[in-house]
């Protein structure tokens, strides 16, 4: 069993950064695909970015391309996601996610991931 837990996660201004961090305990997280998905309030959960247990490439949904970074370090079993250059629409919830079938998983499809994190508020000031 694998689980998750966010932080990094708080107010910021218009066009500032965070970094969020996903920290795993349990066997295997090095092998997992592991993305980030976010929710604003009265909103579906959306899919923000992606990277397989390699971290031979990453995978991002277009709002977010060019600002934000996903990364991990497998040693210390922890993904990251650096957000820069941060809009009042970045505002939500932030999930980690850990998929097993990251081929599958890939696509953004949030059914597709076997483990979660309890989410980290992000919220961006006008």
């Known amino acids: 069993q694998v689980q998750l837990v966010e932080s990094g996660g708080g107010l910021v201004q218009a066009g500032g950064s965070l970094r969020l961090s996903c920290a795993a305990s349990?066997?295997?997280?090095?092998?997992?695909?592991v993305a980030w998905f976010r929710q604003a309030p009265a909103k579906e959960r959306e899919f923000v970015a992606a990277?397989?247990?390699?971290?031979?490439?990453?995978d991002y949904t277009d709002s977010v391309k060019g600002r934000f970074t996903i990364s991990r370090d497998n040693a210390k079993n922890t993904v990251y996601l650096l957000m820069n250059s941060l809009k009042p629409e970045d505002t939500a919830v932030y999930y980690c996610?850990?998929?097993?079938?990251?081929?599958?998983?890939?696509?953004?499809?949030?059914?597709?991931?076997?483990?979660w994190g309890q989410g980290t508020q992000v919220t961006v000031s006008s």
């Open positions: 990277i397989p247990w390699s971290g031979a490439y990453t």
């Open positions: 349990g066997l295997g997280f090095s092998a997992l695909g």
């Open positions: 996610a850990a998929a097993r079938d990251f081929t599958r998983a890939r696509t953004g499809d949030q059914y597709k991931y076997d483990y």
